[in-house]
C-alpha cells in the first residue's frame, strides 16, 4: 500500500539541495565558530554568511538575527526574556497570549504568572481569523506588557491579525512576539514593515 506524508506543518524532510550545501561543514569546515584558528574563522564566515542571508530573508538587520537550538528555545527566551526584561519594582507585567498558541509560548507564560513574575491573560482567537484583543487588553494603564500571537496556527493554517496587535501595542508601549515558524517561507513576511519586536522562526519546517 502506497503512503503519503501529510505532517510538514510538524517537521519536514531536508531537501537534497540544501544537504549539499551543509555537508562542507559537517567535515571539512567542521571548526568552532568562536575559535581563532583558521578552521574556526572558515566556520564563523559561514555562519556570518548564513546571518546575512535569513536577515535579508526576512527584512531585518544582521545584527537582530540570534541562531538557537529551535522554535521552542527561541519561543521561552522571547517571552521569558521579555517579560523580564519589562520588569519592574512598581508594577507585574502582564503577558497576553492568543488562545491558540503552541506550548512553547503558553507554558512560560504560565510558568512567569506561577511563580509571580508575570499576570497571563488569553487572547481569544476565532476560526474565522479573528481575535478579541480589547476585551483582555483593558485596565492595563501603564503596566508592561509583552503579547505574543503567533503568525499562522502549526494545526489549521489560520493566520492571525498580527498587525491588530502591533496597532495596539504602538499605543500602549506593549512588546510583541509572534511565532512565525508556520509562516516563514509560506507567506510575506518582513519584520520591518511588520513592527514586531521578537520572532520565532525554524528551518525544519
Do not use: C
Amino acid at each position: 500500500m502506497s503512503t503519503a506524508y501529510l505532517d510538514h506543518a510538524a517537521t519536514t524532510p531536508v531537501r537534497d539541495d540544501v544537504i549539499a550545501v551543509m555537508e562542507p561543514y559537517l567535515n571539512a569546515t567542521f571548526g568552532n565558530p568562536s575559535s581563532t584558528h583558521r578552521w574556526g574563522q572558515d566556520a564563523s564566515a559561514a555562519l556570518e554568511n548564513a546571518r546575512a542571508k535569513l536577515a535579508s530573508a526576512i527584512g531585518a538587520r544582521p545584527s537582530e538575527v540570534r541562531f538557537v537550538r529551535g522554535g521552542t528555545e527561541s519561543d521561552n527566551l522571547a517571552v521569558i526574556g521579555g517579560v523580564r526584561a519589562l520588569s519592574r519594582p512598581d508594577a507585574v507585567p502582564v503577558v497576553l497570549v492568543s488562545s491558540i498558541e503552541h506550548s512553547a509560548v503558553l507554558e512560560p507564560a504560565e510558568w512567569l504568572e506561577e511563580r509571580g513574575e508575570a499576570e497571563m491573560r488569553v487572547i481569544p482567537a476565532f476560526p474565522d481569523g479573528t481575535i478579541d484583543l480589547a476585551g483582555v487588553a483593558g485596565g492595563l494603564d501603564e503596566r508592561p506588557a509583552l503579547a505574543s500571537a503567533m503568525w499562522a496556527n502549526n494545526e489549521t493554517g489560520m493566520l492571525l491579525p498580527v498587525d491588530q496587535v502591533v496597532s495596539w501595542a504602538e499605543g500602549s508601549g506593549a512588546i510583541v512576539h509572534t511565532d512565525a515558524s508556520q509562516a516563514l517561507g509560506k507567506v510575506p513576511l518582513d519584520v520591518a514593515q511588520s513592527g514586531v519586536d521578537l520572532l520565532t522562526a525554524t528551518g525544519h519546517k
